[in-house]
């Protein structure tokens, strides 16, 4: 028997993120997009309610209780209120969930307790890179072991929080394998650029990052000597993504509805036409259909099942997904959708970003 109900501390993890993003994200995400910039407070509250530091083993500091479902569920309701912060308050995901997953027993031990504490930690990862048909198995930044280190050089891009790092989390291709190497920030060779000028997620701050024989010890290497299962990294993101699609798309959704059943011509809500009720039925069907496939593949990873055709097929369907509910949200407000006083746009802008935000997004 198939049961999606939440459990008890689920439904209050949802309802806490629910009311930080209802009371404390909608009424500063518009500005933080023209300013680019999110209130530090907003970040920090964000990040107290807990969700990673809940995740981290009981040894480590944390609370042990990582859940893949949970952290879907999580992602989507923090995703309702905005998805630039919702990144930003995530970054530290990025090196957390991949030392959790395949990192050393010494590994876990150094940096995990980190992520346990109340300041956040200074992490990133740089995965994404500037290329026309960016395949993540065939990473163009390079990993060539000399001696008792790694040699890395190639060229990052959409690495949020680059410019506040201490650490980054590098993945650069070592003899056609995809893994990932614990860069100081001030390595000798490491680059932070000026900031990336983005479609959407403005406020997110996100740099390019350029590597010119960067030397990293090879203790650093995530995984050790094995490396790590990068299939496994993958499908964590992407699952991820999926539940920030699903928030977005739903964010697109209610707004869209709502605003049809109070926009009054002659005579009548526009929800009663049925062009907009059949457009709003087909939306509803969507953030429906897509929630359920991120929960299927969360719950394969929480069986520790190999969930990558599921986790790869949801991406791939969401990416679209999202953007086709987003623009049918701004067509049912006509022309106040293409203003910018109304978020619609936003979320359109966003919704097109997906498909390029492999790796920035971990549950």
């Not at 509805?257 to 926009?263: G, P």
Request: aromatic share 8%; proline share 5%; glycine share 8%.
């Amino acid at each position: 028997m198939l049961d999606f109900r939440l459990d008890d501390e689920q439904q209050m993890l949802t309802d806490a993120i629910a009311r930080f993003a209802r009371e404390r994200v909608r009424k500063v995400f518009r500005d933080a997009e023209e300013d680019n910039h999110i209130p530090t407070d907003v970040v920090q509250a964000g990040w107290d309610i807990g969700v990673l530091p809940t995740s981290i083993p009981e040894a480590f500091g944390g609370f042990g209780e990582y859940s893949a479902v949970t952290g879907a569920v999580a992602t989507e309701e923090f995703a309702w209120g905005d998805l630039a912060i919702t990144l930003h308050v995530m970054v530290p995901n990025l090196v957390a969930i991949p030392l959790m997953l395949c990192g050393t027993d010494a590994q876990k031990e150094i940096y995990l307790p980190l992520f346990a504490d109340e300041k956040i930690p200074p992490m990133t990862a740089a995965f994404t890179e500037p290329v026309i048909q960016f395949n993540p198995f065939r990473l163009k930044t390079t990993a060539v072991r000399d001696g008792d280190s790694y040699i890395l050089k190639g060229t990052k891009t959409l690495v949020p929080l680059a410019d506040e790092a201490d650490l980054i989390l590098v993945y650069a291709n070592e003899e056609g394998q995809t893994q990932a190497f614990l860069t100081p920030a001030d390595a000798p060779g490491l680059v932070i650029g000026k900031r990336d000028k983005l479609m959407g997620i403005h406020a997110l701050p996100a740099f390019t990052v350029t590597l010119s024989d960067v030397r990293v010890p090879a203790e650093r290497k995530l995984g050790g000597i094995g490396g790590i299962d990068f299939g496994l990294i993958l499908a964590h993101s992407r699952v991820g993504l999926g539940a920030a699609a699903v928030g977005v798309a739903r964010a697109g959704y209610e707004y869209a509805r709502d605003y049809a059943k109070q926009r009054v011509q002659f005579g009548e809500p526009i929800a009663h036409r049925q062009s907009i009720a059949f457009m709003l039925a087909d939306m509803a069907t969507d953030v429906d259909e897509a929630r359920l496939m991120v929960w299927e593949a969360a719950w394969m990873l929480d069986q520790e099942k190999d969930a990558t055709r599921e986790a790869a097929v949801t991406k791939h369907h969401i990416d679209r997904l999202v953007v086709n509910v987003a623009d049918r949200a701004l067509q049912i407000l006509g022309g106040y959708g293409y203003i910018r006083e109304y978020p619609v746009e936003l979320w359109l802008r966003n919704a097109r970003g997906f498909a390029t935000f492999d790796g920035l997004a971990m549950i």
